[in-house]
């Protein structure tokens, strides 16, 4: 168990990425509150591999030597190498009911994906029969396998491995965004966000990562430090932690701060780059 000082974590798009890109602005923020006593993480919707290509050569700088990584909207928690300390998995009747409901709404979806449990493996995607897999092959096939089978081989293919988080990627005329589901049939979250639909199981979130975090690390919540910016990032905003950022100044930022609990708390930041500016002055 490691054991520091304060916490930080961060979302990683919207928060202290701006086009898939850390911002130097937020880098300098960083290894300031690092300096400070702060061990530094993230929390995801990502699954590992896509994490790292994220953070890029920024990886070692934003994740602490000691400090675990929240991945796929608080499902799994995992070392910085990506060896799994903790998850939650779909059991046999949400993977049959999340590739039921992708067959029911199949003309909104181009295609979706899984990461298994090793690290290292690649993608799994699943490409709509109507969809030109080649196109999908030629831009996901450097970090995927792609395919396409029926639904019921989907079925059978999902259950053989441990699975998570599916995110599928939507039509490009579907235009919802910021939109939390919840299904009744099973226990199972539709996330609408970034232009994808992603799916997890309604037993785990980021606050329940963080609760995660507050016990490896022992460090209370009224130590850490936590910033976000989009819907999948409330419950981790909602709770009492020493300082809640709250990034951006969009469209959407109205409809995060609407699910917020005592907003008059919560440090707004319009963008990563200021973000990084307030951590350099902590």
Known sequence: MAQGHKLAVFDIDGTIAVKGEILPSVIEGIRHIQSKGYLTTVSTGRAYLRMRK???????????????????????MVH????IVQADYFGKGEVEHI???????????????????????????????DEDIEAVREKRGSYGNVFT?????????????????????LQDYIATENL?????????DVLFLDGLMQ???NLSDK???????????????????????????VDMLNLKAGKRILVGNDEFTPIVLGHLKDV??????????????????M
């Open 199 to 201: 799916i997890v199981g």
């Open 99 to 129: 590739v039921d409901f992708i067959q029911a709404n199949i003309a909104m979806v181009r295609y979706f994906w899984y990461a298994l449990p090793d690290p290292e493996a690649p993608y799994e995607f699943w490409v709509s029969p």
């Open 54 to 76: 994220a953070l890029g050569k920024d990886f070692e700088t934003v994740i602490s030597p000691e400090a675990l990584i929240s991945l796929e909207h608080g499902t799994k």
């Open 264 to 281: 008059d708390e919560v440090i707004r930041v319009d963008s990563p780059d200021k973000l990084g500016e307030y951590l350099q002055g």
């Open 180 to 188: 939390k589901l919840r299904f009744t049939r099973s226990s199972i």
């Open 207 to 233: 606050s329940k990562a963080i609760e995660y975090l507050e016990k490896f690390h022992e460090v209370k919540v009224e130590d850490m430090l936590i910033a976000g910016n989009a819907i999948n990032d």
């Open 80 to 83: 910085r190498d990506g060896r």
């Open 149 to 169: 089978c029926s639904y019921d081989e989907l079925k059978e293919r999902m259950l053989r491995h441990e699975i998570s988080h599916v995110a599928a990627k």
